[in-house]
C-alpha cells in the first residue's frame, strides 16, 4: 500500500502542509501526504484572500524560494491590490481576492504534478518514535507508516472545539470533524501544549443583497501579480468587493445575545487573534465607536456567496442573523453558512528549532497554526521552511536558516523560537527591524539563488532573477555615470516644484529627490533611449526606481544587519548551563536555560534577557 519507508510523511495538507509536501518532493525526498479530506487540500479557512500588509512579503518570499503559493494565489485571483501605495516601497504590499474554491483546486493539481509525492486520505492519530527520534505515524484506522522524518501541520484540528452560541461540538473546521490522538502523544512524548481559539464570520447570498446601498471597492487599475515566474499574465477582468458598516442598532442586536456569547459566558477561556477580533469583542473593546467597517468579498468568480469581513462572530445564529439584516445592504439577507469560533491545541514554539525541528524528538517537524500562528501566508513559509529541512535532514546536508535581515519568514521563525507566542501570531511590517531591506519588489535577489543552491527553486527562476538583477544594476549605474544639463533638467524639476539646477551634475542625485519620479526621468531624451535599446520591463524600471531613491535607507540597513551578524556569529554550546551566571537575572537565566538558544544575537532577543544579561553573557564568553 505504501513504500516501505518514506524520506518525508506531511501530516496535513493546509496552507503549511502542502508547501511543505511540495518542499520535500521537488528536493528529491520521496514523501508522503496525509491528510483528512483529500478534497480540501489547501482549503481556506477564513477569508478568500492572499497576502496584504507583511503577509504579501511573505507569499513573494515563498514565490522566490520557489514555492507554490504565490503562484496559486495568482492562478486563482478575482482581485488584484497594491495596499500602502502612497508609502514608501518598504510598505508596499500585495493583496489579492481569491477564488476559494479555484485556490484548493489549483493547489491540488500542482501537487498531483509534483514528482515524489504521493498522497493518502486518513487521520494520523499518533507518533512513531525511538530513542528519541521519529520513525513514522500511526493512524486512526490502525496503519503504521515509517519515515526518516515527520512534518506536523494539524491547524485548527487539534481537539478542535467549534463554539456557535451556547451549542459547541468537535470539529477541526466547519463539516469537519476533529483529529484526536497526536496531542495526548505528544504530552506523553515530553511537550507543552496550549489551547487558542480563532472564530470566522457568516457567509452569505450575495443575491440577496444590495450592492446599491454599499461603496464598491474596485481592484488596481494597473494590477500586478504575486509569482516572479510568468505561469499567469496580471488580471484583465477583476471582480470588486464592496464596503458597509455596522450602526448602534447592529450593535444593540448584537448585545442583546451577549449572554448567550461563548466569549463572555466563560465557554471560551483561550486566547483569540487581537488582531482579528469578533465583532462581540469589538463592541465590548471600542465602546465609543458607533460603527465598524464590514467589506463584503466575492469568494470566487462565479459563486453567488459572499464572505463578510470584519464581522466573525461566536453568537447564536439568530443573533447573528437579526444583527446583519439590520446593515446597509443586507436587509434581506439570506445565510449560506454561520460564523462559529473553534478552539483547538497548539504547541509553544519555544519546542523547536529555527529549522522547525522540535528539540525533543529528533526528526519531528511543526508547521503552521499548530505553532501558535493565525494565517495561511505565516502557516505556509513555515511549511516551506520545514519541508526543505526535513529533506536536508534525510540527506544529510546542513540545514537551512534564513536570517532576520534576509527575510520575513527569518522573523517570523525567529520570534516565534526566541520570544515564543501567548496569542495567535500574526506578521506586521513592524516586527522586522530591517524592513527596508525585506521589500516585496525584491524577494527574488535575497532568497532565489538560495533555493537554486538548495536544489528547489528552478534554473528559469534563477535566469529570470539574474537578467533582472543584471538590468536593474546596469541602468543604476547608467544613472550615476551619466550626467544632465540644466536646459534639459530644470522644466522637469519646475513642473515638480523641485529646486532648479544651475550646472550640468548627474541624474542619480536629482532622481534621488523625493518628488521626482521615473516617470519625469524618462522625459530626457538619453534615459528614453536607454531603456528602449536594452527592452527593459516594468519590473526592472520599478527596481531600478527603488535602489536610487532609497540608497541611503538601504545602505543604513545594511550596516545596523552587520552590526547583528557579528553578534550572530558568537556561538554558545550546547545545553549551556545559565544557572551558574550569578551575575545574570534569575528570569534570564530559568528563560535561556529553557530556550538554549545557539548564538549571542538569539539571546538578547529572548524575551525578559536585558541587555544588562547579555553584558554578564559576553564577559563569560571573554568579549
Ligand atoms: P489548516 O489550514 O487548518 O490545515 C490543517 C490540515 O491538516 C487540514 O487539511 C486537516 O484536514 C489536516 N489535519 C489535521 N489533523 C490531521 C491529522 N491528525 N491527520 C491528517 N490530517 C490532519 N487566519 C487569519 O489570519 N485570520 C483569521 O481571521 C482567521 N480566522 C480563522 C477562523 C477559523 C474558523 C479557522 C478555522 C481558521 C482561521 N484562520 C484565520 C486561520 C487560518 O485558516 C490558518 O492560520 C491556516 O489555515 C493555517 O494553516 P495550517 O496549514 O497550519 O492549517
Excluded at 238 to 244: A, D, V
Excluded at 365 to 375: D, E, K, P, R, S
Excluded at 414 to 435: H, N, Q, V
Aim: one cysteine or more; proline letters at 4%; hydrophobic letters at 35%.
Amino acid at each position: 500500500m505504501f513504500d516501505k519507508e518514506y524520506d518525508v510523511i506531511v501530516v496535513g495538507g493546509g496552507h503549511a502542509g502542502s508547501e511543505a509536501a511540495a518542499a520535500a518532493a521537488n528536493m528529491g525526498s520521496k514523501t508522503l501526504l496525509v491528510t483528512m479530506n483529500l478534497q480540501n487540500i489547501a482549503q481556506m479557512s477564513c477569508n478568500p484572500a492572499m497576502g496584504g500588509i507583511a503577509k504579501g512579503q511573505i507569499v513573494r518570499e515563498i514565490d522566490a524560494l520557489g514555492g507554490y503559493s504565490g503562484i496559486v494565489s495568482d492562478t486563482s485571483a478575482i482581485q488584484f491590490k497594491m495596499l500602502n501605495k502612497s508609502k514608501g516601497p518598504a510598505m508596499w504590499s500585495p493583496r489579492v481576492q481569491s477564488d476559494r474554491m479555484r485556490f484548493a483546486e489549483d493547489w491540488r493539481l500542482m501537487l498531483e504534478q509534483t514528482p515524489n509525492l504521493d498522497f493518502y486520505q486518513e487521520m494520523v492519530s499518533g507518533i512513531l518514535s525511538e530513542n528519541g527520534k521519529v520513525t513514522g505515524v500511526k493512524t486512526f484506522l490502525g496503519l503504521e507508516i515509517k519515515a526518516k522524518s515527520v512534518v506536523l501541520t494539524n491547524g485548527t484540528f487539534l481537539n478542535g472545539l467549534i463554539h456557535i452560541g451556547e451549542k459547541n461540538f468537535g470539529g477541526g473546521r466547519s463539516g469537519e470533524r476533529a483529529a484526536t490522538g497526536i496531542t495526548a502523544d505528544l504530552l506523553n512524548l515530553g511537550f507543552e501544549s496550549g489551547r487558542m481559539k480563532t472564530g470566522t464570520p457568516p457567509r452569505v447570498d450575495g443575491r440577496s443583497l444590495d450592492f446599491s446601498k454599499m461603496v464598491e471597492q474596485p481592484g488596481d487599475d494597473v494590477p500586478a501579480k504575486f509569482s516572479y515566474l510568468d505561469v499567469t499574465k496580471p488580471l484583465k477582468e477583476q471582480r470588486s468587493c464592496h464596503m458597509t458598516y455596522t450602526s448602534p442598532e447592529v450593535h444593540n442586536l448584537l448585545k442583546e445575545g451577549f449572554d448567550r456569547s461563548p466569549m463572555f459566558n466563560g465557554r471560551i477561556e483561550s486566547v483569540g487573534p487581537r488582531y482579528c477580533p469578533s465583532i462581540e469583542d469589538k463592541i465590548n473593546r471600542f465602546a465609543d465607536k458607533d460603527r465598524h467597517q464590514l467589506f463584503v468579498e466575492p469568494e470566487g468568480w462565479k459563486t453567488v456567496e459572499y464572505y463578510v469581513n470584519g464581522f466573525s462572530t461566536s453568537l447564536p445564529e439568530d443573533v447573528q442573523y437579526k444583527a446583519l439584516k439590520s446593515v446597509a445592504g443586507f436587509e434581506n439577507v439570506k445565510f449560506f453558512r454561520p460564523g462559529y469560533a473553534i478552539e483547538y491545541d497548539y504547541f509553544p514554539p519555544t519546542q523547536l528549532q529555527h529549522t522547525l525541528e522540535t528539540k525533543l524528538v529528533e526528526g519531528l517537524y511543526f508547521a503552521g497554526q499548530i505553532n501558535g500562528t493565525t494565517g495561511y501566508e505565516e502557516a505556509a513559509c513555515q511549511g516551506l521552511m520545514a519541508g526543505i529541512n526535513a529533506a536536508l535532514k534525510v540527506q544529510e546536508r546542513e540545514e537551512f536558516v534564513l536570517s532576520r535581515d534576509e527575510a520575513y519568514i527569518g522573523v517570523l521563525i525567529d520570534d516565534l523560537i526566541t520570544k515564543g507566542t501567548e496569542e495567535p501570531y500574526r506578521m506586521f511590517t513592524s516586527r522586522a527591524e530591517y524592513r527596508t531591506l525585506l521589500r516585496q519588489d525584491n524577494a527574488d535577489f535575497r532568497l532565489t539563488e538560495k533555493s537554486y543552491k538548495l536544489g528547489l527553486a528552478s534554473q528559469k527562476r534563477m535566469v529570470r532573477m539574474e537578467s533582472k538583477k543584471d538590468s536593474s544594476d546596469a541602468f543604476v549605474s547608467f544613472f550615476r555615470e551619466t550626467s544632465v544639463n540644466p536646459e534639459e533638467i530644470n522644466p522637469i524639476l519646475e513642473a515638480n516644484n523641485s529646486a532648479t539646477v544651475k550646472q550640468s551634475g548627474k541624474m542619480f542625485k536629482v532622481f534621488a529627490r523625493p518628488n521626482i519620479s521615473m516617470d519625469d526621468m524618462r522625459k530626457i531624451d538619453s534615459v528614453e533611449k536607454y531603456i528602449q535599446e536594452h527592452q527593459f520591463d516594468h519590473e526592472v524600471l520599478e527596481q531600478t526606481e527603488i535602489q536610487v531613491k532609497y540608497s541611503g535607507y538601504i545602505e543604513k540597513e545594511k550596516n545596523n544587519a552587520d552590526k547583528l551578524h557579528r553578534l550572530e556569529n558568537l556561538k554558545i554550546p550546547s545545553d549551556f548551563d545559565y544557572m551558574k551566571l550569578q551575575s545574570m537575572s534569575m528570569e534570564a537565566r530559568e528563560k535561556l536555560n529553557k530556550i538554549q538558544p545557539k548564538t549571542v544575537s538569539q539571546a538578547s532577543r529572548v524575551s525578559g534577557v536585558s541587555p544588562a544579561d547579555i553584558s554578564v553573557l559576553l564577559v563569560f564568553m571573554g568579549r
